[in-house]
């Protein structure tokens, strides 16, 4: 049952993740393991939120977003005119 890593343990897995990442590199892993686990817990919290309520609260779409979508749907319609054209 003894999976977790002791002291000396921890040691030697933080100087090989010091060495493989660099540490340039160590404050950005950190701050994406960060963000991650924010996004997860918000996530889980989600979950539960929506199942005591029946409608989720509106979020404000982003002008990034409604370009997505907008390309998005142009793209589905060139993808449904090839496709009439090759049925032809």
């Not at 933080?14 to 817990?41: D, Q």
């Amino acid at each position: 049952m003894g999976f977790l890593p002791k002291g000396t343990e921890w040691i030697i897995i933080l100087i090989i993740v010091l060495v493989i990442f660099g540490p340039k590199n160590l404050p950005k892993l950190g701050a994406s393991l960060g963000k991650t686990v924010k996004n997860l817990r918000e996530g889980m919290e989600g979950d539960d939120a929506s199942k005591g309520s029946d409608e989720a609260p509106a979020e404000e779409e982003s002008e990034e977003d409604a370009k997505i979508r907008e390309l998005e749907a142009q793209l589905a319609e060139a993808k449904k005119k090839k496709e009439e054209q090759d049925a032809e």
